[in-house]
């Protein structure tokens, strides 16, 4: 019989610290800077990421400092994770507070911080720094099914 392993035995809200920050693989993809229409409330992602995500590394620079250097970092927590449907489904957040299970790629089933770059899921490839931006943020709106493939519009 094959063990379980700790997201699979255990709530969002029971894991400790050190296993709640062991779900996230590095993608990258919620630095990704969000534009919210105000008439309908929609968000627009866009390829530009937060001044302070390493992109090579698809890591933030200063983690521990960042929600005081950032004024619009969120903090997910167990609490607050289903009120985050921008996150891609690819999130291990949102697929263990969902019940499903992790994507092959994904680190903690891997044993590799490399298989989430090599299966083209993390931003490192393509985003761009927002201190690069030399376009109103608008103009690097990327579509959707960019991010959410397996869900339809």
């Known amino acids: 019989m094959l063990e379980q392993k700790f997201w699979q035995k255990k709530l969002l809200s029971q ?3 050190e296993e709640w920050e062991a779900l996230c693989d590095g993608c990258g993809l919620c630095c990704l800077i969000k534009l919210e229409d105000e008439d309908t409330g929609e968000t627009f992602h866009t390829k530009l990421t937060c001044h ?10 200063d983690y521990q400092n960042r929600h005081k ?8 927590s167990p609490e607050n994770i289903k009120d985050f449907d921008w996150l891609p489904n690819t999130c291990a957040y949102k697929l263990i507070a ?16 490399e298989t989430v770059h090599d299966f083209g899921i993390s931003v490192r490839d393509w985003a761009l ?10 103009y690097y709106i990327i579509e959707d099914d960019f991010l ?5 519009n």
Not at 98 to 113: N, Q, T
Not at 129 to 138: G, I, L, M, R, V
Request: proline share 6%; aromatic share 10%.
């Open 52 to 61: 302070l995500l390493d992109i090579g590394r698809c890591r933030c620079s």
């Open 98 to 113: 969902e019940g499903k299970e992790l994507y092959c790629w994904h680190p903690l089933v891997s044993g590799s911080a």
């Open 148 to 152: 959410f493939p397996n869900e339809k």
């Open 69 to 76: 250097r950032v004024a619009d970092c969120l903090r997910l």
């Open 129 to 138: 720094n927002e201190t690069s931006a030399c376009q109103p943020y608008f």
């Open 15 to 17: 894991m400790s610290s």
